[in-house]
């Protein structure tokens, strides 16, 4: 199964995944593009999908024996130099698999982590994707080594660990990580402090997966330059920044993308990070609408907002990239049932979305589209939080009809 790719970059690979009966063939493909893109983030090509249809990953490969001898096959014969899978591994199957295929094997999370360490710019974000990776790699020590000691080979993946680890021992990384752990929790009381002293102002988080124009919009809204990029997880650090919309002034902070099957030890790892979410009384849940699978997409994020924080709040709905929508109307003589790619954007917006009401909007950041709009939505919401706290401070507000 797959296409080949005219390669580019300096490793070429071969992406492996599952069809199982929770993953049907058409996510486990979705599944196998999004780890194509994670792949190209972080300077791979990929070569070739291969998808193998099991009741449950095999405990010892992931994969059946068959699909092992086809993979050698490929690997032998096109030269390639890493395998990576669409699911966690354990120890035991990393093992087991990079012995038989004699090459470098990782795996969906190894993957997110090493594109993190590129990414980290601040001491904070750095500390959390070492935690992180400390954590992943402390049970496979007897086989990390030789997948840490990349730097030589001029790879690009995990980038920042350092060659001295490949010496370290069970006792050094624990001792480390109990140190990366107080180093966390002193950050952490810094930043409540921080959030502390911002005082009252009304705090507004974007949120949504990754890769969907928060970045974007954080620029747009609060005038001053954030970095965007068309690639994974462009933005680690959060960002936060005062804006005022007319005389309202509030805060509103750019957060990290969400993913399907985000690492466990990157959620504990950036637990900071997402106190910004906790803490913040607006949410502005940014969804790319353009993408074919923006659904499941919001499902994603939803459920992630839904294990960091409880407590219900206020959510603003915003379909970015508007630009970008296309669809492909059915012939007026095909009766098979509508799908995702025969729905017109204006037929997307009667289905759930119109349940949602003022609380949803359609933009285009890049061609800003509709962004005077977005900010009469944000004031009226920021408006109701800001009244409830300073019921007095009515009179401060002008009456709206138009915004320029």
Same mark, same amino acid.
């Given at each position: &199964?797959? !296409?080949?790719?005219?390669?580019?970059?300096?490793?070429?690979?071969?992406?492996?995944?599952?069809?199982?009966?929770?993953?049907? #063939?058409?996510?486990?493909?979705?599944?196998?593009?999004?780890?194509?893109?994670?792949?190209?983030?972080?300077?791979?090509?990929?070569?070739?999908?291969?998808?193998?249809?099991?009741?449950?990953?095999?405990?010892?490969?992931?994969?059946?024996?068959?699909?092992?001898? +086809?993979? !050698?096959?490929?690997?032998?014969?096109?030269?390639?130099?890493?395998?990576?899978?669409?699911?966690?591994?354990?120890?035991?199957?990393?093992?087991?698999? #990079?012995?038989?295929?004699?090459?470098?094997?990782?795996?969906?999370?190894?993957?997110?982590?090493?594109?993190?360490?590129?990414?980290?710019?601040?001491?904070?974000?750095?500390?959390?994707?070492?935690?992180?990776?400390?954590?992943?790699?402390?049970?496979?020590? %007897?086989? &990390?080594?030789?997948?840490?000691?990349?730097?030589?080979?001029?790879?690009?993946?995990?980038?920042? &660990?350092?060659?001295?680890?490949?010496?370290?021992? $069970?006792?050094?990384?624990?001792?480390?990580?109990?140190?990366?752990?107080? +180093?966390?929790? !002193?950050?952490?009381?810094?930043?409540?402090?921080?959030? $502390?002293?911002?005082?009252?102002?009304?705090?507004?988080?974007?949120?949504?997966?990754?890769?969907?124009?928060?970045?974007?919009?954080?620029?747009?809204?609060? $005038?001053? +330059?954030?970095?965007?990029?068309?690639?994974?997880?462009?933005?680690?650090? /959060?960002?936060?920044?005062?804006? %005022?919309?007319?005389?309202?002034?509030?805060?509103?902070?750019?957060?990290?993308?969400?993913?399907?099957?985000?690492?466990?030890?990157?959620?504990?790892?950036?637990?900071?990070?997402?106190?910004? =979410?906790? +803490?913040?009384?607006?949410?502005?849940?940014?969804?790319?609408?353009?993408?074919?699978?923006? #659904? #499941?997409?919001?499902?994603?994020?939803?459920?992630?907002?839904?294990?960091?924080? $409880? =407590?219900?709040?206020?959510?603003?709905?915003?379909?970015?990239?508007?630009?970008?929508? /296309?669809?492909?109307?059915?012939?007026?003589?095909?009766?098979?049932?509508?799908?995702?790619?025969?729905?017109?954007?204006?037929?997307?917006?009667?289905?759930?979305?119109?349940?949602?009401?003022?609380?949803?909007?359609?933009?285009?950041?890049?061609? !800003?589209?509709?962004?005077?709009?977005?900010?009469?939505?944000?004031?009226?919401?920021?408006?109701?939080?800001?009244?409830?706290?300073?019921?007095?401070?009515?009179?401060?507000?002008?009456?709206?009809?138009?915004?320029?």
């Amino acid at each position: &199964m797959g !296409k080949e790719i005219i390669n580019t970059y300096e490793e070429k690979a071969i992406l492996v995944g599952l069809i199982t009966p929770q993953q049907n #063939e058409e996510r486990a493909n979705e599944y196998l593009e999004e780890l194509a893109f994670l792949a190209k983030t972080n300077f791979i090509v990929p070569q070739k999908k291969f998808l193998q249809r099991l009741e449950f990953p095999n405990t010892h490969t992931y994969v059946g024996q068959g699909k092992l001898e +086809e993979l !050698k096959t490929y690997i032998d014969e096109h030269v390639i130099n890493v395998v990576i899978f669409d699911d966690e591994l354990s120890p035991k199957q990393l093992r087991n698999i #990079e012995k038989y295929l004699s090459t470098k094997v990782l795996d969906r999370t190894i993957l997110i982590l090493d594109i993190f360490v590129q990414r980290a710019q601040t001491s904070y974000s750095k500390t959390q994707v070492e935690l992180a990776q400390l954590q992943y790699m402390l049970p496979r020590l %007897t086989r &990390m080594w030789t997948h840490l000691d990349r730097q030589r080979g001029g790879g690009a993946t995990s980038r920042g &660990m350092g060659e001295t680890q490949i010496e370290t021992d $069970k006792r050094i990384v624990q001792t480390r990580i109990a140190y990366l752990k107080d +180093e966390l929790k !002193k950050i952490d009381k810094q930043m409540a402090t921080q959030r $502390k002293n911002r005082g009252k102002l009304v705090r507004v988080a974007l949120v949504g997966y990754t890769n969907v124009g928060k970045s974007t919009i954080m620029t747009l809204l609060s $005038k001053t +330059e954030v970095f965007a990029e068309n690639k994974l997880f462009a933005t680690l650090d /959060t960002t936060v920044r005062k804006v %005022t919309i007319e005389n309202l002034p509030f805060l509103l902070c750019d957060t990290v993308g969400f993913i399907r099957k985000l690492p466990h030890h990157l959620v504990e790892s950036f637990k900071s990070t997402l106190d910004e =979410v906790r +803490e913040a009384d607006i949410l502005v849940h940014v969804v790319d609408i353009s993408h074919p699978n923006f #659904e #499941e997409q919001v499902e994603v994020v939803n459920h992630t907002l839904s294990e960091i924080d $409880k =407590v219900e709040k206020p959510v603003i709905m915003v379909f970015n990239k508007i630009d970008a929508f /296309t669809y492909t109307p059915k012939d007026e003589d095909d009766l098979t049932p509508r799908k995702k790619e025969n729905t017109s954007l204006e037929e997307f917006k009667q289905s759930w979305m119109s349940k949602m009401h003022d609380n949803c909007i359609f933009i285009s950041a890049k061609e !800003k589209q509709n962004i005077n709009e977005l900010k009469m939505l944000l004031y009226h919401k920021i408006k109701e939080v800001h009244i409830q706290r300073f019921p007095y401070n009515d009179f401060l507000y002008p009456q709206l009809d138009s915004m320029e």
